[in-house]
């Protein structure tokens, strides 16, 4: 199958990309317009949104069995992307010539219905749509910079499936939980840091399973009390969250349980205070 990849449209607020694949995706179409060849299931949906495009348009691939072919949309509505799928007898899969200039939407998700698009309407005419809506989106940072110096940064995500590449050597403070399964989300991304919730620890103290993981890596990480910040919000971590339990790297930069986030985040930024 031919790479194909262009900018079919580029306003000053934004571009739509047209791509045959999913896993030709990368940070230059964070933010940006999407129409892709591969199916929208919440496999390609859970790919594609590591790379926060504003919105993004696939093949339902004949919808399938439980719907599996359309059932991404409702992972990119989670993840505030807007979404929409062409129906399979309008372009043909794989070909993204063929879903943007033939193809005809089949499905969207309530993002992309708020913001005009319809069952019904061209695929080319729904990426227009979701272009403009960027230009008037007040949709912010997902992951926002709370401190940057010398020594780094420190950066907010609600969730870890926010983060790319580009949060590289980053201390993250985080709203999902610390079990050790997060550790393959972010295990590539050389982060200096991570904080997450302690889910109420749990059944085998399975909400903080992570600690030892990420201390094999050489990554200082502390888990946050659930009962004073909210889980799934990084702001809340940020601003009131106290620590519940450390790993042995978090522990050699000075972190200790009770601790305010904020502080134990500047800690293993080694920011002197």
């Not at 047209?18 to 999407?34: F, K, R, Y």
């Not at 033939?102 to 913001?115: L, R």
Request: aromatic fraction near 4%; charged fraction near 20%; proline fraction near 2%.
């Amino acid at each position: 199958m031919q790479k194909e990849k262009k900018i079919v449209q580029e306003e000053e607020w934004g571009k739509v990309i047209i791509l045959n694949s999913a896993v030709q995706m990368g940070l230059d179409e964070t933010g940006q317009v999407l129409v892709v060849g591969s199916h929208g299931s919440e496999l390609t949906a859970r790919y594609v949104a590591r790379y926060l495009p504003f919105g993004v348009i696939l093949n339902d691939a004949g919808r399938g069995k439980n719907n599996a072919g359309i059932s991404g949309l409702s992972i990119l509505e989670s993840m505030h992307i807007l979404g929409a799928t062409v129906d399979c007898m309008t372009a043909r899969i794989g070909e993204v010539h063929e879903n943007y200039y033939s193809g005809i939407i089949s499905a969207v998700n309530d993002k992309a219905k708020t913001a005009g698009v319809q069952v019904g309407m061209t695929a080319l005419e729904a990426a227009r749509i979701m272009l403009a809506a960027k230009k008037s989106s007040l949709i912010t940072d997902p992951t926002p910079v709370v401190y940057e110096g010398e020594h780094g940064r420190i950066v907010l995500a609600d969730t870890i499936s926010y983060l790319n590449t580009s949060h590289r050597g980053c201390v993250v403070v985080s709203g999902s939980h610390c079990a050790h399964t997060t550790f393959e989300w972010i295990k590539d991304l050389g982060l200096k840091g991570i904080f997450l919730n302690d889910a109420g620890k749990g059944k085998d103290n399975q909400g903080i399973s992570g600690l030892p993981v990420f201390d094999q890596a050489g990554i200082p990480a502390a888990a946050i009390d659930c009962m004073s910040a909210m889980i799934g919000n990084a702001r809340d971590a940020w601003d009131s969250g106290l620590i519940s339990a450390i790993n042995e790297s978090a522990a050699r930069k000075g972190v200790i349980q009770r601790m305010a986030v904020r502080e134990a985040a500047k800690k293993v930024l080694n920011i002197q205070r």
